[in-house]
């Protein structure tokens, strides 16, 4: 074991054979990773990666990256796994109290409307939740009523109900597993449940008991109307990962490993035979099969299989005959058995199929090209998700990234792409704007997300374009940009934008310390009833609200980098500095950069 502060390991993990202290620092996003013996010779080496096939929770979620097999070929992907921490948190109780204010910002409104408890975690992450309780002044009845339940039915009257990015949340033995595969906010992305009891002026204690499973730690819980907001930051246990014993994910036996998946053509025509291959390694003998069906509306078509044949390099290739039809969606994945276990490629098997789509039409290639494969189960998802058909899960402003496949240019092919609809509660609709982000371990052109905008449709087509080269000019860092055509499964190509999102790979690419800075993105507070009408919203202002108390802005100026701190102090101290109106140049110039902002 080799650690950073030796003498701190010991006083956790016992007397273990530790060496330190190790002046570097291994990189979330990804390093290289080499062991040489004493006389300099590379024994090991591993240029491991934060996500995609490789395990997700070691990216700064709490679990640590573990080798299953020493015999495996450390490489690849397919030999490591996320540690298992399951057993080490432990519940605690948190507290809050407070006056429920019932700020009714809609006319006319229902108690089924505002009388509602909201829960989100600020990022990725799973956490549980017990005992979950709103009692006036502590005492008596428990106004949730339904809180061992899920709601089935699209209301939270029923139960929790799990929309946008925490729709995985579901409840086991009676705790809610509260899930996020992104961040919680305002409007579609959380979890809710009606306490229709609530009365206005009233004081009530919010009591539940909580521990941290993954990823963030942050937990916001908070009344429809803020006046009950609760930051917490669950106890994250300090004996993570498995330093000085054996690794908690080890296999007895080595498993079959599979890698660099691709089929070709890339985008297949009705006349062509599809191939589909990957590289394998056995330690035993074992089976390779291609698992794949046709893509339908409801998601549920059988899956079939088809053994691959080995090539005799250690690749093995499978041909499909059966999907001849311009626009058939054709998903598929890998599966490799053998007694030390098994093994599927992409990782997530039948739930996060590759996918290849079947495609005719001729493309005039003026510009680059980038297609889009999306299910059709998943493209409804997105353009209705707030029904019976999609559980009431995916409403209209939700945020939750649905799998795709990228192609670029019509040539390079990205399995487990990640895409959904964008747009403001005025602008959403359609897929003809879009944000995508590609899997950690496959980025395009160092890119991790990127967004597709319609802008160039219209009158407005060079706006965008003419402000970020003024800013460049004037010596300022701006995101990247281009004009592509982007094709949607086999619908004809829009001419759109594609940009760089003001996220962690610009701020990485545009500033020294990156990520390490505070972003924040001011949005709307949009108030909703429960059947999304209303909508009235609030926007962001640098009023200074009489406290420093994170509740007051959380919900309209958004942070987009160290969520799990939820400290506003830098924000909130600019917004009093400013309100006061006695400020020096001085002041100012310590806070912000007053040319910087001229320029923008």
């Not at 003498?7 to 007397?15: A, F, T, V």
């Not at 599979?258 to 062509?272: E, G, I």
């Amino acid at each position: 074991v080799v650690a950073a502060d030796a003498s701190l390991l010991r006083s956790i993990h016992g007397n273990i054979n530790v060496l330190g202290n190790f002046v570097g620092k291994l990189n979330n996003d990804g390093d290289l990773l080499r062991l040489l013996d004493s006389r300099g010779n590379l024994a090991n080496e591993v240029d491991y990666k934060p996500g995609g096939d490789w395990p997700s929770l070691a990216h700064g979620g709490g679990s640590s990256m573990e080798l299953i097999n020493p015999f495996m070929d450390n490489r690849l992907a397919s030999a490591w796994r996320d540690s298992d921490e399951s057993t080490k948190p432990k519940f605690k109780t948190y507290v809050t109290s407070g006056i429920y204010e019932s700020n009714a910002l809609l006319t006319p409104i229902l108690p089924t409307d505002i009388n509602e408890l909201h829960l989100y975690l600020v990022s990725a992450g799973h956490v549980i939740l017990d005992n979950i309780q709103i009692r006036k002044n502590g005492e008596g009845v428990n106004y949730i009523f339904n809180g061992k339940k899920m709601s089935i039915n699209g209301v939270s009257e029923s139960g929790w109900l799990a929309q946008g990015t925490h729709w995985a949340t579901y409840i086991k033995d009676g705790q809610l597993h509260l899930i996020s595969d992104g961040r919680g906010d305002n409007r579609a992305n959380r979890v809710e449940i009606d306490a229709p009891n609530l009365r206005k002026g009233e004081a009530y204690e919010l009591r539940f008991d909580a521990k941290w499973v993954s990823g963030s730690p942050r937990l916001i819980a908070h009344t429809w109307d803020y006046s009950l907001c609760p930051s917490i930051l669950l106890d994250v246990p300090p004996n993570l990962g498995t330093p000085g014993r054996p690794n908690s994910r080890r296999l007895a036996t080595p498993a079959v490993q599979l890698d660099n998946l691709q089929h070709s053509p890339a985008v297949p025509r009705s006349s062509d035979t599809i191939a589909v291959s990957c590289r394998a390694k056995f330690p035993t003998t074992a089976a390779v099969k291609l698992i794949h069906r046709l893509d339908n509306d409801n998601g549920n078509s059988p899956w079939n299989s088809k053994p691959m044949t080995s090539n005799g390099d250690g690749t093995y290739t499978a041909l499909l005959n059966e999907y001849k039809t311009s626009g058939n969606i054709v998903q598929f994945y890998v599966q490799a058995s053998s007694p030390g276990g098994e093994c599927l490629l992409p990782r997530g098997g039948a739930d996060r199929p590759a996918m290849l789509i079947v495609d005719d039409q001729v493309i005039t290639k003026d510009l680059r090209y980038e297609r889009f494969v999306i299910s059709a189960y998943d493209t409804g998802a997105m353009l209705g998700g707030n029904t019976n058909k999609y559980n009431w899960k995916f409403p209209r402003l939700n945020n939750h990234y649905f799998n795709a496949t990228f192609i670029n240019n019509e040539q390079e092919v990205y399995y487990n792409a990640e895409i959904h609809n964008s747009g403001s509660g005025y602008t959403r609709g359609g897929l003809d704007r879009g944000k995508w982000k590609l899997p950690l371990d496959r980025l395009f052109r160092d890119h991790h997300k990127l967004t597709y905008d319609n802008d160039p449709d219209g009158q407005a087509r060079h706006h965008n374009r003419l402000v970020r080269y003024w800013l460049y000019l004037l010596g300022e860092p701006v995101s990247e940009c281009e004009f592509v055509r982007v094709i949607l499964n086999k619908n004809p190509s829009m001419l759109r934008e594609e940009t760089e999102p003001v996220s962690n790979d610009y701020l990485k690419r545009a500033w020294k310390h990156g990520t390490q800075g505070r972003l924040y993105r001011p949005e709307f507070t949009w108030w909703f009833r429960d059947d999304w009408t209303g909508g009235s919203p609030i926007g962001p202002s640098f009023e200074y609200k009489g406290s420093s108390d994170p509740r007051l802005y959380r919900h309209v100026w958004m942070k987009r980098t160290r969520e799990a701190e939820d400290d506003y102090t830098d924000l909130t101290g600019f917004f009093k500095l400013i309100s006061e109106n006695q400020y020096t140049q001085k002041q100012i110039e310590e806070i912000l950069d007053p040319e910087a902002v001229l320029k923008h």
